[in-house]
């Protein structure tokens, strides 16, 4: 009993800010704390690195044959690689790619679709009924009430 209170108050001569919560030394300077063992967010279920190198090599060029979600995948499925700047550095090149490229993709797409819903018929004059798609079927004549 002696023992332990001698050791408790050598701990609280060396740390005065002791953290109650803690039962071991925490070494803010390891590397090691800060990256993450799994390159996936299903940690240990998830794939090892080999194989998630070529999955993220898939998404990557998969993303460019006009499936850019494929881009949004990668990098919800390796959130770790793409969160911890100094970890993985075979994966981190395809994903942040996957990153970059969907962030484009996203903004194309956005100024595409806001362009259409803002401007409209204002914007695009006459051609704007040649370019929507809701009287299609007024122009086939499918329409029983015309």
Request: with cysteine; aromatic share 16%.
């Amino acid at each position: 009993m002696e023992a332990s209170q001698s050791q408790a108050s050598a701990n609280a001569a060396l740390n005065p800010h002791p953290n109650p919560n803690s039962n071991y030394t925490n070494n803010s300077n390891s590397i090691l704390s800060s990256t993450p063992v799994w390159p996936t967010i299903d940690g240990p279920l998830g794939l090892s690195e080999e194989e998630s190198l070529a999955y993220a090599r898939r998404f990557y060029k998969f993303g460019y044959a006009l499936l850019p979600f494929l881009w949004a995948i990668n990098c919800f499925y390796f959130w770790p690689v793409l969160r911890h700047s100094r970890s993985f550095p075979r994966l981190r090149p395809y994903v942040v790619s996957s990153a970059i490229g969907f962030s484009v993709f996203s903004v194309i797409l956005s100024s595409w679709a806001l362009t259409f819903a803002i401007g409209g018929e204002h914007l695009f004059g006459s051609t704007w009924d040649q370019l929507v798609m809701y009287n299609v079927a007024d122009r086939l004549g499918l329409t029983g009430w015309s």
